[in-house]
C-alpha cells in the first residue's frame, strides 16, 4: 500500500507562542511555556531540540510513506523557510504550506515573499484558542473581514487552503462561519484538519459538524485523531468509530491520512497511528488507497 502522510510537521527550532505565552526547548525533546508548564514535543527518534527534514526521511522509508505534506502552526512556531529549504531539497519527498499571521503590519510583502519568492501553493491557517490565531489575538469570525481576505488572497492565486478550527467548546470552532465562508469560494479547494478535532464526548458534535461542511470543495485530514481519544490506547477502537462516521457522511475519498508528527509520537509509534486504520475494516482496500495515497496525491501534489 502507498502511503502519503498528509499533515506532519519538520522543526528547525521549537518557538512557539500561543494561549501560555512563548514555548521554548528545553533539551531531551521538552519545550516549556512562559506559563511554566514543560510538555513533550519530539520524541526520541526524531531528535532533541529540533525535527531535521532528513530525520523525517528516515522515519518515512521505515514504514513505507512515500511522500509527506509539511504543515505549520504556533505550536512549534512558523518554520516557513525551513519548510521551504526541505521541498527544494526533496521535491520528491515533500511539499508544504506556508502560514502567516494576518494581522502583521506587513502583511503584504510577507505573503509576496512566502508565494511569489519562494513559490508556496498551500497556505496553511491554525486558528485555536490553543496554539492558533484566537490564542493571542481576541476571537474573530471565520467568515468575517479579516479571514475572508485570506480566502480571497488564496483563491486569487489558485492555492489550497488549509484550516485548523481547533476543538469542539472553544470561539474557534466555527463551522457555521467556515461554511459560509467556504461556500463564497466554491473553486478553491478547502482541507479541514485532524477531521475536526472529536474527543470521545464529541460523537454529536462532530456528526453534525461534518454534515454542514460535506461540500464538494472540501477534503479533512485525520491527523492526531488517535491522539486526540486519550487515554485509549492502540487500536484505538473510538477512532475507528469516528472514521465510519467520517466515512459514513463525507466518504472514503474527502478522507486522508495524517499522523501529526512529530509530537503525536511521544505517545505511540507511527506503525501504530497508520495501522489503526490501514488495519481496521473501516475502509475496503479500494478506500484505504483512496485515504493514504490517491487523494493527498491530487489535493496536494497535483498528480
Excluded at 57 to 74: C, F, P, S, W
Excluded at 192 to 205: M, S, T, W, Y
Amino acid at each position: 500500500m502507498k502511503i502519503i502522510d498528509a499533515h506532519a510537521h519538520i522543526v528547525q527550532v521549537i518557538a512557539g507562542f500561543g494561549s501560555q505565552g512563548e514555548l521554548r526547548p528545553l533539551g531531551g525533546g521538552k519545550a516549556v511555556h512562559a506559563s511554566g508548564q514543560v510538555i513533550d514535543m519530539i520524541p526520541p527518534e526524531l531528535g532533541e531540540y529540533d525535527v531535521t527534514p532528513e530525520k523525517v526521511i528516515e522515519l518515512m522509508d521505515a514504514q513505507g510513506v512515500e511522500k509527506a505534506v509539511l504543515l505549520q502552526g504556533n505550536y512549534f512556531g512558523f518554520q516557513n523557510e525551513y519548510t521551504h529549504r526541505a521541498m527544494e531539497k526533496y521535491p520528491d519527498r515533500f511539499t508544504g504550506a506556508a502560514t502567516y499571521d494576518p494581522f502583521c503590519v506587513n502583511l503584504d510583502r510577507i505573503r509576496e515573499h512566502l508565494f511569489d519568492d519562494l513559490g508556496f501553493r498551500i497556505v496553511k491557517f491554525e486558528v485555536s484558542n490553543g496554539s492558533g490565531l484566537m490564542s493571542y489575538h481576541p476571537p474573530l469570525p471565520l467568515d468575517g473581514e479579516i479571514m475572508d481576505e485570506a480566502y480571497a488572497y488564496a483563491a486569487g492565486k489558485g492555492h489550497t487552503f488549509v484550516i485548523d478550527i481547533g476543538r469542539t467548546g472553544n470561539p474557534c470552532w466555527q463551522v457555521d462561519a467556515l461554511r459560509r465562508a467556504i461556500l463564497r469560494y466554491p473553486q478553491m479547494k478547502f482541507v479541514v484538519c485532524h477531521l475536526l478535532a472529536p474527543f470521545q464526548k464529541d460523537e454529536a458534535a462532530l456528526t453534525e459538524g461534518l454534515g454542514k461542511l460535506n461540500l464538494p470543495n472540501v477534503w479533512f485530514d485525520l491527523a492526531a485523531l488517535p491522539a486526540n481519544q486519550r487515554p485509549e490506547a492502540y487500536p484505538y477502537e473510538h477512532a475507528r468509530h469516528y472514521l465510519r462516521i467520517g466515512k459514513r457522511i463525507l466518504g472514503a475519498d474527502r478522507m486522508m491520512f495524517g499522523s501529526d508528527l512529530p509530537s503525536t509520537l511521544c505517545r505511540d509509534s507511527y506503525r501504530h497511528l497508520v495501522d489503526y486504520a490501514l488495519e481496521s475494516d473501516v475502509f475496503t482496500d479500494s478506500e484505504k488507497e483512496l485515504v493514504f495515497y490517491k487523494t493527498a496525491r491530487e489535493i496536494y501534489f497535483g498528480e
